[in-house]
Protein backbone atom coordinates (compact mmCIF):
# COMPACT_ATOMS: atom_id res chain seq x y z
CA UNK A 1 0.00 0.00 0.00
CA UNK A 2 0.72 3.61 -0.39
CA UNK A 3 1.82 5.68 2.93
CA UNK A 4 -0.85 8.40 1.70
CA UNK A 5 -3.82 5.82 1.53
CA UNK A 6 -2.35 4.03 4.61
CA UNK A 7 -1.93 7.45 6.32
CA UNK A 8 -5.75 8.42 5.72
CA UNK A 9 -6.99 5.42 6.62
CA UNK A 10 -5.39 5.86 9.53
CA UNK A 11 -6.82 8.63 10.24
CA UNK A 12 -10.19 7.24 8.97
CA UNK A 13 -10.15 5.11 11.33
CA UNK A 14 -10.06 6.68 14.81
CA UNK A 15 -12.59 8.80 13.40
CA UNK A 16 -14.97 6.13 12.68
CA UNK A 17 -14.62 4.33 16.15
CA UNK A 18 -15.78 7.84 17.63
CA UNK A 19 -18.39 7.71 15.09
CA UNK A 20 -19.28 4.65 16.14
CA UNK A 21 -18.91 4.89 20.00
CA UNK A 22 -20.52 8.17 19.29
CA UNK A 23 -23.75 6.13 17.65
CA UNK A 24 -23.84 3.84 20.48
CA UNK A 25 -23.88 6.60 23.07
CA UNK A 26 -26.72 7.98 20.96
CA UNK A 27 -28.62 4.57 20.83
CA UNK A 28 -28.14 4.12 24.85
CA UNK A 29 -28.81 7.91 25.46
CA UNK A 30 -32.24 7.44 23.53
CA UNK A 31 -32.81 3.73 24.99
CA UNK A 32 -32.31 6.05 28.61
CA UNK A 33 -34.90 8.66 27.80
CA UNK A 34 -37.54 5.83 26.61
CA UNK A 35 -37.00 4.44 30.13
CA UNK A 36 -37.59 7.70 31.25
CA UNK A 37 -40.49 8.56 29.17
CA UNK A 38 -42.01 5.29 29.98
CA UNK A 39 -41.61 5.54 33.95
CA UNK A 40 -42.88 9.10 33.72
CA UNK A 41 -46.42 7.51 32.09
CA UNK A 42 -46.62 4.70 34.72
CA UNK A 43 -45.76 7.51 36.98
CA UNK A 44 -48.55 8.85 35.73
CA UNK A 45 -51.23 6.67 35.54
CA UNK A 46 -50.10 5.68 39.14
CA UNK A 47 -50.90 9.24 40.39
CA UNK A 48 -54.15 8.75 38.70
CA UNK A 49 -55.19 5.90 40.61
CA UNK A 50 -53.60 7.29 43.85
CA UNK A 51 -55.93 10.03 43.03
CA UNK A 52 -59.02 7.52 42.06
CA UNK A 53 -58.31 6.08 45.45
CA UNK A 54 -58.32 9.33 47.56
CA UNK A 55 -61.59 9.94 45.94
CA UNK A 56 -63.25 6.73 47.06
CA UNK A 57 -61.89 7.12 50.88
CA UNK A 58 -63.72 10.87 50.60
CA UNK A 59 -66.63 8.92 49.71
CA UNK A 60 -66.20 6.18 52.45
CA UNK A 61 -65.65 8.88 55.31
CA UNK A 62 -68.14 10.66 54.19
CA UNK A 63 -71.00 7.33 54.30
CA UNK A 64 -69.16 6.43 57.34
CA UNK A 65 -70.24 10.18 59.17
CA UNK A 66 -73.86 9.58 57.51
CA UNK A 67 -73.57 5.55 59.59
CA UNK A 68 -72.46 7.48 62.36
CA UNK A 69 -75.43 10.09 62.29
CA UNK A 70 -77.90 7.60 61.89
CA UNK A 71 -76.93 4.90 64.98
CA UNK A 72 -76.74 8.31 66.74
CA UNK A 73 -80.70 8.38 66.33
CA UNK A 74 -81.30 4.81 67.47
CA UNK A 75 -81.72 5.39 71.21
CA UNK A 76 -84.11 8.53 70.67
CA UNK A 77 -86.31 5.87 68.55
CA UNK A 78 -86.13 3.28 71.17
CA UNK A 79 -86.96 5.79 73.79
CA UNK A 80 -89.99 7.05 71.73
CA UNK A 81 -91.19 3.81 70.77
CA UNK A 82 -91.07 2.93 74.53
CA UNK A 83 -93.05 5.83 75.24
CA UNK A 84 -95.96 5.26 72.41
CA UNK A 85 -96.00 1.04 73.76
CA UNK A 86 -96.54 2.52 77.50
CA UNK A 87 -98.77 4.85 76.33
CA UNK A 88 -101.03 2.17 74.25
CA UNK A 89 -100.10 0.21 77.01
CA UNK A 90 -101.99 2.50 79.94
CA UNK A 91 -104.98 3.06 77.09
CA UNK A 92 -106.00 -0.30 76.91
CA UNK A 93 -105.50 -1.02 80.74
CA UNK A 94 -108.08 2.08 81.19
CA UNK A 95 -110.37 0.86 78.79
CA UNK A 96 -110.26 -2.76 80.87
CA UNK A 97 -110.56 -0.85 83.78
CA UNK A 98 -113.32 1.33 82.95
CA UNK A 99 -115.82 -1.66 81.18
CA UNK A 100 -115.90 -3.64 84.58
CA UNK A 101 -115.76 -1.02 86.97
CA UNK A 102 -119.68 0.96 85.73
CA UNK A 103 -120.91 -2.59 86.00
CA UNK A 104 -123.41 -1.45 83.21
CA UNK A 105 -124.46 -3.68 80.64
CA UNK A 106 -127.73 -3.86 78.53
CA UNK A 107 -129.43 -6.76 78.47
CA UNK A 108 -132.55 -7.87 76.06
CA UNK A 109 -134.65 -10.26 78.09
CA UNK A 110 -137.65 -11.78 75.87
CA UNK A 111 -140.25 -11.33 79.04
CA UNK A 112 -143.02 -12.44 76.36
CA UNK A 113 -141.45 -15.81 75.65
CA UNK A 114 -140.90 -16.46 79.47
CA UNK A 115 -144.28 -15.97 80.06
CA UNK A 116 -145.89 -18.13 77.17
CA UNK A 117 -143.00 -21.21 78.82
CA UNK A 118 -144.52 -20.19 82.33
CA UNK A 119 -148.25 -20.46 81.12
CA UNK A 120 -147.60 -23.36 79.72
CA UNK A 121 -146.08 -24.81 82.37
CA UNK A 122 -148.47 -24.18 84.44
Do not use: C, Y
Request: glycine share 4%.
Amino acid sequence: MRASIAASRQSQLPGSVASAAAAAKLVEKKKEFEAVAALEKASAQFLKRIEGLGDDFEVMAEAGVVHGQVLEQWPNMFRILELFLSQREQQAEAENASQSTTGERLVRVPIEELRQTESKAS
